[in-house]
């Protein structure tokens, strides 16, 4: 079971990026409830957005308007999409999954047993 992050890269502020999550070897991925989470160097990881496997949605507040989060399960895909980026948006973005979470969980890193290898978001002028 491996989930692939992409769609990382190098963005001018106001820019921006689609981040692609990809399972591989996951049956059943309609059942998976999957969240962007990022970390920042010196920062914690956290929560940035966050799909469940009824599509209910979790935004963060630093992200909310900005940010969309869908999902194909066709094509074992959840995509960000990030418009309006900020440098402070500047990060290693990992996606995550997992069959078991529930929608009060969504946001919890913890509730997550499946992790991608991250991808670089850097927003720089």
């Known amino acids: 079971v491996q989930l692939q992050a992409s769609g990382g890269g190098l963005v001018q502020p106001g820019g921006s990026l689609r981040l692609s999550c990809v399972a591989d070897?996951?049956?059943?991925?309609?059942?998976?409830?999957v969240g962007w989470f990022r970390q920042a160097p010196g920062k914690e990881r956290e929560a940035v957005s966050c799909?469940?496997?009824?599509?209910?949605?979790y935004y963060s507040d630093s992200v909310k308007s900005r940010f969309t989060i869908s999902r194909d399960d066709a094509k074992s895909t959840v995509y960000l999409q990030m418009n309006s980026l900020k440098p402070e948006d500047t990060a290693v973005y990992y996606c995550a999954a997992d069959s078991s979470v529930i929608q009060s969980q969504l946001a919890s890193q913890t509730a997550y047993a499946i992790w991608g290898q991250g991808t670089q978001v850097t927003v720089s002028s």
């Open positions: 799909i469940s496997n009824s599509d209910a949605t």
């Open positions: 070897r996951i049956q059943d991925y309609d059942y998976y409830a």
